[in-house]
C-alpha cells in the first residue's frame, strides 16, 4: 500500500458559495413556481421538481467539506477502496461520499507512565472522556515522543537492571500507518518494548570481561553505562528495521533511566565501593614506595646516616605503615642510641 496525495482539492472557499448560491435559487425556484401555478400544481412542474429535490437532499454536498490544520493529513475512503490522503492545512472540498479512516485516533500513548501516580492517571483518563467527542480521524505528522515504562531486564551477564528509553517518531506515510497495521501507535509502543530487550540482552551494565558486544568475536569494553550513545543507537535502528512497515520514522532514542533492579542494587554498590577502594590503595601504595624511594636515595645522596640493609628494611616498613595507614601515626621517640 503506497500514499497516493490528493493534490487541486483545496477549493472549498468557491464550493461553499456556489451550494449557498444554489440552495438559495432552489427556494426562491420553488417559491416562484409555487406563486404563479394554480392550487392543483405548480408552474414549470420540472423546474419545480429540481428545486425541490436539491433543497432536500443538497446538504450531502456538504459532507464534502474538510478543514486541516499545518501538519495534518487524513486518509479518505471510497466504498471501502483507498481514496487518497489530504496533506497540508487548507479548506477542502472532496466527494461527500468519501469517509476518513484513522483506527489509532483514540489511542492514546502512554507518555512518562513510570512517574505517573494514580492520581495523575485519573486526571489523565477524566481529561481523556472529556475530550473524546473532539477525537476526529487526523493523522498527525508531528513529530511526538513516545516514553514507554521501565523495563527489568537482565544484561549479557544476567544481572537484572531498570531501564527507560524515549523514543521521537512521526509518521512519514498515512497510507501504510493505517492500512498496514490494526493500530500503529500500539505497534510502535510493542515493537519499542521488543527492540528494547533485545539490545539490552547484549550489553552488560558496566565493562565486564571476556564480553563482546559488537558481534566481531573479540572483547571490548562496551557497556550500559558506558556506551549510552551506542547503545541508543542500535535501539533507534531496531525498532526503525520494525516500524517501516507502518509507515514510521524513527527520528531518536536516548535512555531517560537506567538502575540496577532493586533485589541486587544493594549488593552491585558493595562491590562498586570495593573496586573504588582497590583503586584508590594501589594509588596510595604507588606513591608511597616512590616516596620511600625518594627518602633513602637523598640519605645516601646526602651520606646523612649509613644503614645497613636490615635498618633499611626497618625503615620501609616504618614509612610505609606511615603513608598507607588510615590514621594519623603517632610515632615513639628514640632519646637513646642510634641503635
Known amino acids: 500500500m503506497q500514499e497516493k496525495v490528493i493534490k487541486g482539492k483545496k477549493n472549498g472557499f468557491p464550493m461553499l458559495v456556489l451550494l449557498i448560491a444554489l440552495y438559495v435559487a432552489a427556494i426562491v425556484g420553488l417559491a416562484v413556481c409555487g406563486a404563479l401555478g394554480n392550487d392543483d400544481a405548480p408552474a414549470y412542474p420540472v423546474v419545480f421538481g429540481i428545486c425541490a429535490v436539491y433543497a432536500s437532499l443538497g446538504w450531502i454536498l456538504l459532507l464534502g467539506f474538510k478543514v486541516l490544520k499545518p501538519q495534518e493529513a487524513l486518509v479518505l475512503t471510497l466504498f471501502g477502496k483507498y481514496y ?21 485516533a483514540k489511542t492514546k500513548l502512554n507518555q512518562s507512565g513510570d512517574v505517573s501516580t494514580s492520581e495523575a492517571a485519573a486526571e489523565r483518563q477524566a481529561a481523556n472522556q472529556k475530550n473524546a467527542a473532539a477525537v476526529t480521524n487526523r493523522i498527525s505528522l508531528k513529530i511526538m515522543t513516545l516514553s514507554n515504562n521501565r523495563q527489568k531486564i537482565n544484561d549479557c551477564l544476567g544481572n537484572p537492571v531498570e531501564i527507560g528509553i524515549a523514543v521521537t517518531w ?11 497495521v490494526d493500530n ?13 530487550r533485545n539490545i539490552v540482552r547484549i550489553y552488560p551494565y558496566d565493562v565486564a570481561p571476556n564480553v563482546d558486544t559488537t558481534g566481531d568475536g573479540k572483547a571490548d569494553e562496551g557497556s550500559l553505562r558506558g556506551s549510552s550513545e551506542l547503545v541508543a543507537l542500535r535501539i ?26 532493586p533485589e541486587i ?10 573496586s573504588a577502594i582497590i583503586d584508590a590503595r594501589k594509588m596510595i601504595v604507588e606513591g608511597a614506595v616512590g616516596m620511600v624511594e625518594m627518602a ?10 649509613n644503614l645497613d640493609e636490615e635498618r633499611k628494611a626497618q625503615m620501609v616498613s616504618n614509612l610505609l605503615v606511615v603513608l598507607c595507614g588510615n590514621r594519623d601515626a603517632q610515632p615513639v621517640v628514640n632519646s637513646g642510641s642510634l641503635y
Open 84 to 104: 487518497g490522503t489530504l496533506k497540508g492545512d487548507g479548506f477542502y472540498w472532496v466527494n461527500p461520499f468519501c469517509s476518513s479512516v484513522n483506527p489509532a
Open 170 to 180: 512521526r509518521v512519514t506515510d498515512t497510507a501504510k500507518a493505517v492500512f498496514n
Open 265 to 274: 542494587a544493594a549488593v552491585m554498590l558493595q562491590r562498586q565501593q570495593a
Open 236 to 261: 533507534r535502528d531496531e525498532i526503525q528495521s520494525k516500524v517501516n512497515e507502518a509507515g514510521l520514522e524513527i527520528v531518536e532514542a536516548r535512555i531517560t533511566y537506567l538502575a540496577y533492579a
Open 184 to 196: 500503529y501507535k500500539e505497534y510502535l509502543s510493542l515493537q519499542c518494548d521488543a527492540a528494547l
Open 296 to 305: 633513602l636515595d637523598r640519605l645516601a645522596e646526602k651520606g646523612t646516616v
